[in-house]
Nanobody, 119 residues
Framework: VQLVESGGGLVQAGGSLRLSCAAS????????MGWYRQAPGKQRELVAA????????IYADSVKGRFTISRDNAANTVLLQMTSLKPEDTAVYYC?????????????WGQGTQVTVSS
């Protein structure tokens, strides 16, 4: 599985961005998908994940109510809609594909896209 992110950039606090991840391969619909992020000097953290059928979704507490993850299995795409962005959302955002049982376990990673939120 190869993953390519797009949609990052610079935005003012309170603004919105939509990240997109295009996946190659015929197994996309069988993979859970997720987004992680890593801010400078911090560990990589899970932002959101969605099961293969889209029926199970989890969010980090820090983004609940502001971010929405969705997927289009026909287009092999997963989206992360981010609203009410805060400076602390500044990070490199990584798309990933994995499995989702009791929790989400990423296996394949994209190269990442930078999101910068100015105050």
């Amino acid at each position: 599985v190869q993953l390519v992110e797009s949609g990052g950039g610079l935005v003012q606090a309170g603004g919105s961005l939509r990240l997109s991840c295009a996946a190659s391969g015929s197994t996309f619909s069988r993979n859970a998908m997720g987004w992680y992020r890593q801010a400078p000097g911090k560990q990589r953290e899970l932002v959101a994940a969605i099961s293969s059928g889209g029926t199970r979704i989890i969010y980090a507490d820090s983004v609940k109510g502001r971010f929405t993850i969705s997927r289009d299995n026909a287009a092999n795409t997963v989206l992360l809609q981010m609203t009410s962005l805060k400076p602390e959302d500044t990070a490199v955002y990584y798309c990933n594909a994995g499995t989702y049982s009791l929790s989400y376990y990423p296996t394949f990673w994209g190269q990442g896209t930078q999101v910068t939120v100015s105050s």
